[in-house]
Structure formats: C-alpha cells, structure tokens
Nanobody, 128 residues
C-alpha cells in the first residue's frame, strides 16, 4: 500500500522558519519524484518544490527560491522542506505527492498531474 504522511506544519511569525517532513512507503525509488504543493484559501493548488529520489534533481517555484530547500533521505524514505524567511503569502495547506517522473522532466517543473499519490496535508500559517 502506497502512502505519504506530512508533518511539521504550524503557526509561525513572518521571517520565521519551519521544516516539513514527508514520510512515504510502498514505492520503488526508480524514477520516483516527491513534490511539495500548497493551497491557500480561495486559490488553486500550486507546486512549490520537487526532488527526484534517485538523482536528487530539484525544482523550485520562483517565489521560494533562496528561501526554501528540499532534501531527501533515501534510507528513511523521507523528503524534507526547510522553509526560511517565511511570508504571509506562504500560508496554506501543504501536501506532498509522489509520481514516477524522469529527472529531465522534473527539472522544468511538471504539473501536478504527473503526481498520482497524495498525502493529507499539513497546515502552515504565517501571521504576526
């Protein structure tokens, strides 16, 4: 059974930091990519950052470059999203998702349709 479980969300002040974790099971690591997505109230879900479990190829959306860092631990079947210098516009429900995506495609930021298994999400709220 494939599943992903997110953790690490919370309430933080602007400028603060959070570290999200995504632990997964039931997947083979060949061509496996894990992505972080977020959805703010009244807005569409958007891709934040992706990583390939094999090559370590990463992708970041422009608005988080330099502030967020994605990393992986293959031994623990886990992916992390370190979020620094958080802004109110980073608020949202953060999901991790998995898909079989080649690194070459991951590098250019595939749409969420390439990710076919999703976690339940963890809430991140950035507010004074």
């Amino acid at each position: 059974q494939v599943q992903l479980v997110e953790s690490g969300g919370g309430l933080v002040q602007p400028g603060g930091s959070l570290r999200l974790s995504c632990e997964f099971s039931g997947f083979t690591l060949d061509h496996l990519a894990i992505g972080w997505f977020r959805q703010a109230p009244g807005k569409n879900r958007e891709g934040v950052s992706y990583i390939s479990m094999g090559a370590g190829t990463t992708f970041y959306r422009d608005s988080v470059k330099g502030r967020f860092t994605i990393s992986r631990d293959n031994a623990k079947n886990a992916v992390y999203l370190e979020m620094n210098s958080l802004k109110p516009e980073d608020t949202g429900l953060y999901y991790c998702a998995a898909g079989q995506i080649p690194s070459a495609m991951l590098r250019v930021g595939p749409t969420e349709h390439y990710f076919d298994t999703w976690g339940q999400g963890t809430q991140v709220t950035v507010s004074p």
